[in-house]
Nanobody, 115 residues
Framework: QVQLVESGGGLVQAGGSLRLSCAASGTILSFNRMGWYRQAPGPQRELVAVMTNGGSTNYADSVKGRFTIFRDGAKNTVYLQMNSLKPEDTAVYYC?????????WGQGTQVTVSS
């Protein structure tokens, strides 16, 4: 059973930075893909940034140039560096991992950006 544990959320002023961490119970390079999604109040969860096991990345247009996804294989941890935060980035951020046909989610961490 894969477990994903997020940390690093919090309250920050617009223009500030936060770094989210996602620690996985397994070897992250064994996952097909890992990344971050977010959900503002409402039913839809949107992709923020993902990275394949080969290192390819994909970002939502709204965060390109501001957010960076990277990993530390030795720590089995994926990070999301968020700079130039905007109030519209406020959401619960979820770590996501795909292993074969299975998808795993973390419990989420709240990010609140004040104007």
């Amino acid at each position: 059973q894969v477990q994903l544990v997020e940390s690093g959320g919090g309250l920050v002023q617009a223009g500030g930075s936060l770094r989210l961490s996602c620690a996985a119970s397994g070897t992250i390079l064994s996952f097909n893909r890992m990344g971050w999604y977010r959900q503002a109040p409402g039913p839809q969860r949107e992709l923020v940034a993902v990275m394949t096991n080969g290192g390819s990345t994909n970002y939502a247009d709204s965060v390109k140039g501001r957010f960076t996804i990277f990993r530390d294989g030795a720590k089995n941890t994926v990070y999301l560096q968020m700079n130039s935060l905007k109030p519209e980035d406020t959401a619960v951020y979820y770590c996501n991992a795909i292993l074969g046909s299975r998808t795993y989610w973390g419990q989420g961490t709240q990010v609140t950006v004040s104007s």
